[in-house]
């Protein structure tokens, strides 16, 4: 999977955002490591706190389907760069390496960051250890 196709999907999935409140339309595409994409999209809600976004709708897609494994994701938000919210930052540290790229579409193309860009000193499941882990 090139991508530049991986940001296509991102784009394409944004069609289908559910956002009439910020008009903010976001979709993602999440590349598992055994080469399955799982899209997601900005769903938002009249009460606005139950709006997620659409990173963590494509992770929940991929877990709820029993994916564990990731390599990178492509995220199609509005303007130049969308770059992910804190909190779908700190999700994708409950599941990727440090390494796992980010591309953040962009008009020209996309810009790359990778997760310890983006999360340095992230709070992971390394800092919960217990016997269930
Ligand atoms: N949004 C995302 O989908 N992903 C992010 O990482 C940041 C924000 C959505 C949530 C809301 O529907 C809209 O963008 C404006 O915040």
Same mark, same amino acid.
């Given at each position: 999977?090139?991508? /530049?196709?991986?940001? +296509?999907?991102?784009?394409?999935?944004?069609? /289908?955002?559910?956002?009439?409140? %910020?008009?903010?339309? &976001?979709?993602?595409?999440?590349?598992?490591?055994? #080469?399955?994409?799982?899209? #997601? @999209? /900005?769903?938002?809600?009249?009460?606005? %706190?139950?709006?997620?976004?659409? +990173?963590? %709708?494509?992770? %929940?897609?991929?877990?709820?389907? #029993?994916?564990?494994?990731?390599?990178?994701?492509?995220?199609?938000?509005?303007?130049? @760069?969308? $770059?992910?919210?804190?909190?779908?930052?700190? &999700?994708?540290? +409950?599941?990727?390496?440090?390494?796992?790229?980010?591309?953040?579409?962009?008009?020209?193309?996309?810009? +790359?960051?990778?997760?310890?860009?983006?999360? $340095?000193?992230?709070?992971?499941?390394? /800092? &919960?250890?217990?016997?269930?882990?």
């Amino acid at each position: 999977m090139q991508k /530049n196709e991986l940001c +296509e999907i991102a784009k394409r999935a944004r069609e /289908n955002s559910y956002s009439p409140y %910020s008009s903010c339309r &976001v979709g993602a595409a999440l590349l598992c490591a055994d #080469g399955n994409v799982y899209t #997601g @999209v /900005n769903i938002e809600n009249a009460a606005y %706190s139950p709006t997620i976004c659409a +990173e963590r %709708s494509a992770f %929940s897609a991929a877990i709820t389907d #029993g994916k564990r494994e990731f390599s990178m994701i492509a995220v199609a938000g509005e303007g130049d @760069v969308f $770059p992910p919210c804190g909190v779908c930052r700190q &999700v994708m540290a +409950e599941f990727c390496s440090a390494d796992f790229s980010v591309l953040c579409v962009t008009p020209e193309g996309y810009r +790359e960051y990778t997760l310890c860009e983006l999360l $340095p000193h992230a709070f992971t499941p390394e /800092n &919960v250890k217990g016997d269930t882990l």
